[in-house]
């Protein structure tokens, strides 16, 4: 699953930051089933979701010609707020977290 909103921050960070209530949300979008690739967005606490459920509405106007019936479907999932994926994600980011950890013998001054 690709996630956007986190860049910079650590699992960490992300941790914290959910607890204090952010949240992960997945918005239907038509155009994701043909990428088969479902984007999750980090939305804070103090933030509005709103202006993701419109990036994707925007997105699944662009096939209303082809599926009408799934975009006026997809229209009431996005106003619905979208899904909550956030135990999901924070799973995820766990399992792939790559720690960096440096050899201390190339950073040493010559």
């Known amino acids: 699953m690709k ?5 910079g921050l650590s699992v960490f960070e992300i941790n914290m930051l959910v607890q204090q209530g952010g949240r992960f949300i997945v918005y239907p979008a038509i155009m994701n089933q043909f990428k088969k690739t479902p984007i999750a967005y980090f939305v804070r606490a103090n933030e509005s979701s709103f202006k ?3 990036n994707h509405f925007v997105l699944n106007l662009r096939v209303f010609h082809r599926r009408p019936f799934s975009v006026i479907r997809s229209m009431f999932d996005i106003l ?3 899904e909550e994926s956030t135990e999901f994600v924070l799973m995820e980011l766990t399992q792939n977290n790559h720690t960096y950890t440096p050899d201390i013998h190339f950073l040493q001054a010559v």
Do not use: L, R, V
């Open 3 to 7: 996630t956007k909103n986190i860049e």
């Open 52 to 54: 993701y459920a419109m």
């Open 80 to 82: 619905g707020g979208g």
